[in-house]
């Protein structure tokens, strides 16, 4: 039996056979149409979401969120908070290297007025 015919004929009149293959028929068309995206984004919901992604505990997610770090992965509407995981933790990553380049320029400015 031809596909077309099978999806017009109602559900309830489909053998088991006729129904596992419009089954596998389907999914395999779903396969292609809906396979993982690298590139597609990952959120994170509420400051649960940022402790998880962050590995971290809820008070110091907050403190993150709070210091303005990451706010340009967050966008909140009222009390619900979503975050971009991805970006999130590039601007952390970038935040981070931009401090430890500080400490390392004020350590080496230190030892240059040092005698």
């Known amino acids: 039996m031809d596909?077309?015919?099978l999806l017009k004929k109602p559900l309830w009149q489909l053998t088991t056979e006729e129904f596992l293959m419009l089954n596998k028929e389907n999914s395999s068309e779903n396969d292609?149409?809906?396979s993982l995206?690298?590139?597609s984004k990952k959120?994170?919901?509420g400051i649960d979401g940022i402790a998880k992604l962050f590995g971290c505990s809820k008070p110091t997610a907050n403190r993150l969120k709070k210091s303005k770090k990451?706010?340009?992965a967050i966008t909140q509407i009222g009390r619900k908070i979503?975050?971009?995981a991805d970006l999130a933790l590039k601007l952390a990553k970038t935040?981070?290297?931009v401090e430890s380049n500080l400490i390392k320029k004020g350590v080496n400015l230190v030892k240059s007025i040092t005698p």
């Open 37 to 39: 995206d690298p590139s």
């Open 43 to 45: 959120y994170v919901y």
């Open 32 to 34: 292609n149409k809906f």
């Open 70 to 72: 990451i706010d340009a």
């Open 3 to 5: 596909i077309q015919e």
């Open 82 to 84: 979503i975050v971009d």
């Open 95 to 97: 935040e981070k290297q």
